[in-house]
Structure formats: C-alpha cells, structure tokens
C-alpha cells in the first residue's frame, strides 16, 4: 500500500552504515536523483521475496536517475545482509544498515518491509508498506508518477 504525503519532508540526515563501516549521511548523497530507501530484515520473509525484484530494477535504471538502498535493520547488521545478497545472487544494490534505528526513528517506519520514496530535491514524497514487486507495471507506473523516474516495462509482468 502507498501513502502519499500531502506535506512532504525533507529526508533523514542521521548516517547509515556501509559493509566497509564507512558512515554516511542520506542528505549527503550526490544528486540530483530520485532515492528508495528500503526497510528490511533478513528474517522478514516479504522483506526476503522483495529483494530480488529490488535488485533487478537498480540493474534496469541507472543509478545517476535512481538510487536504491536497502537499509537492513537487524541486530546481526551488515554481516547476515552480505550473506543474504551472496546466497541469492543480489548485485546491484549496495550493502547498508540503518544501525540504530535512526533514519527508521526519523520516519516512523514499524512494520517491515517498508520503502520511502525520495525526490531529487531530497523531499520523502511518501512510503511504500509492504512487499512488491518491484518490476511490476503498477509499481513502474508509481515510480514514474512519484518521482518522475522511467523505466522500461516491456520486460516487467
């Protein structure tokens, strides 16, 4: 389900954590580009079956035009999410956590999983809740209405 805010935010400026420990500030990211943030667990299982869909739309649109960062939220951190991304063959998103549940304070995320949808300004536009596809035409067509981004749908279901 997508909620769209009608008051839309600027997006957390608290830092995530790389697989190289490096922290980073989401505000900081260069741009201008459009960013999904997504909350998730290895132990979710709709957070499990998204990912792989997530993976293969970064694969599908540039990363100059969109950014997609999977912020894991477990107590294991960046170590279960790498052996997560190796068993099921992820290679186009990059492995991050939201350590403290910072970012996730900052915009209220609870259920999982959940994906905030960020314009090229930096302004959550609003949140995604639940698991997708994420080559589906109606997520694609979300995409391209929220945050002005296109991607080819002849492949998608």
Known sequence: MFRAYTDPKPVSRQAFTTDGGKKIDLDSLPGPRALLVNFWT???TPCREE???LDRL???VSSDQLLILPL???GKGLSEAERFYRTHEITNLPVAADRFG???HDH???ALPQTLFVDQQGLVKGVLIGGVDWESRPVL???NR???VTVDQETSG
């Open 72 to 74: 894991v939220r477990d």
């Open 58 to 60: 970064q694969g599908r």
């Open 51 to 53: 990912m792989p869909s």
């Open 42 to 44: 290895t132990w979710c």
């Open 102 to 104: 910072k970012i996730s």
């Open 141 to 143: 067509e979300l995409l």
């Open 108 to 110: 209220r995320i609870g």
């Open 146 to 148: 929220c945050l002005n």
